[in-house]
């Protein structure tokens, strides 16, 4: 015999079960907003950490270039952006989604008092400073839509994001790996016997040291290795070299011409500049192009007499971003230009090229203004110095000459490497203050 079920309570069961799936659909609904939130904000995030590394780089590369120069502001913005935009932003895009990457109006300058300026000798702070527009909302505006409401949960948002630097004393700094002594009764005070823009030599004696007045080859981990050397000249160097530290006298030299050479844009086999970057300017300078009398200021001076046609100051070379051949991509003109022998670089084959649309500029940073130490009798560190380099060499044991720009840690040093800031009186480096 069959139970009969009552016909109220078949409905009730009913209802019961349609409050289930109502409950059901109110419970998806909620859950579909948090992941709203939890996708959509969390790509904002990313966009937003991504932004910010960019103009972190931005403001280091700018700061980097204010050294009170007349164009350190154009080269301050273009670092900034180049370091900038070197990056991936809106989840690793390299176009930044095509949403556009920072211009140079993205970089503003403040003075001392953090002002705003447009001076090139008072610039301080270099900021930087862009609105990502057009990062997509996808659940979020959805959700939105499903409720009528699409205004208040727009298709896309914008990321904001701004950093500034300055430039600091260093803790440890990333010399070349050549160092200097004292001239007879030079001291800090009196540029230890050196006159800004006086030319000096790197000589190579086979392992010697240098003498007092001279410079030599010295590696900065302490090291006699002379293949130590090479790497410490090659772009990425050797960080970390501290005061006090002791250095290295190595054997003679074999390999040091092709890293050194690089920063001239001038390379042999398959080397290129978007690997091996030069510096903004290969225009070189020697006794045969250049003949100022002591102190010969190749870096900002005006030539001489009997000077080369070309000639004109690394400070106007390098805003024009002129190559070893000047506005040319021969390397036997360069050599003839600055060696006044077109034969001179004969085991190098080719040159990046020169100009606003050239590897100079695509592809150089300050690569020829460097960071010397200074060391004792007993090859210790005691302080630095700030050197522009002069020349490619042709050979490893061919000797080089740089010209001395004044102590390192000094407001208006126009070098500033990478390092650890943080110190009180080292060279100046590019850090973050904001």
């Not at 300017?281 to 020697?286: C, K, L």
């Not at 060499?393 to 004044?406: C, H, I, T, V, Y």
Request: one cysteine or more; proline letters at 6%.
């Amino acid at each position: 015999m069959k139970t009969m079920i009552p016909l109220t309570r078949y409905a009730c069961h009913r209802r019961r079960q349609g409050a289930v799936i109502l409950t059901v659909c109110f419970l998806l609904f909620f859950l579909l907003g948090f992941v709203a939130i939890a996708f959509d904000l969390g790509r904002l995030f990313i966009v937003k950490t991504e932004l910010q590394t960019a103009m972190d780089s931005c403001a280091l590369a700018a700061a980097q270039e204010l050294d009170g120069q007349s164009g350190a502001l154009a080269r301050a913005r273009r670092a900034g952006a180049t370091a900038a935009n070197l990056n991936r932003v809106n989840l690793q895009s390299p176009s930044w989604d095509g949403k556009g990457q920072l211009p140079d109006a993205g970089i503003s300058f403040r003075d001392a008092a953090y002002m705003p300026t447009t001076t090139p000798a008072g610039a301080r702070y270099a900021q930087c400073e862009h609105r990502q527009n057009g990062v997509r909302m996808w659940l979020l505006h959805a959700l939105g839509v499903f409720q009528g409401n699409g205004t208040a949960n727009p298709a896309t948002r914008a990321v904001l994001a701004s950093a500034v630097a300055t430039r600091g004393s260093a803790q440890s700094t990333c010399p070349i790996p050549v160092a200097m002594k004292a001239k007879a009764g030079g001291t800090p005070a009196n540029n230890y016997g050196f006159l800004v823009g006086e030319w000096v030599t790197v000589f190579d004696k086979g392992g010697a040291a240098a003498a007092a007045g001279e410079m030599g080859w010295y590696n900065l981990d302490g090291s006699n290795s002379a293949s130590e050397t090479a790497a410490e000249l090659a772009e990425g160097g050797r960080c970390g070299t501290r005061l006090g530290d002791t250095l290295g006298t190595p054997g003679a030299q074999t390999s040091v011409d092709r890293p050194w050479n690089y920063r001239f844009g001038v390379y042999k086999n398959s080397d290129s500049p978007s690997l091996n970057h030069p510096d903004q300017s290969g225009y070189s300078y020697t006794a045969a192009n250049w003949t100022n009398a002591v102190p010969q200021n190749a870096f900002s001076g005006t030539p001489a007499a009997g000077s080369h046609a070309s000639a004109r100051n690394y400070v106007t070379k390098r805003a024009a971003y002129a190559s070893l051949a000047d506005t040319g991509t021969s390397i036997k003109a360069g050599a003839q230009i600055a060696f006044n022998d077109n034969n001179r670089l004969n085991s190098f084959q080719k040159l990046a090229t020169p100009g606003s649309a050239g590897e100079h500029r695509q592809y150089g940073t300050n690569r020829r203004l460097a960071i010397v130490p200074v060391i004792d009798g007993a090859s210790r560190v005691i302080d630095f110095v700030c050197m522009f380099m002069l020349h490619p060499l042709s050979g490893p044991n061919d000797p080089a000459k740089l010209e001395f720009r004044g102590l390192a840690g000094m407001a208006g040093s126009p070098c500033a490497p990478g390092g650890t800031p943080g110190g009180i009186g080292g060279p100046l480096v590019p850090v973050l203050v904001r």
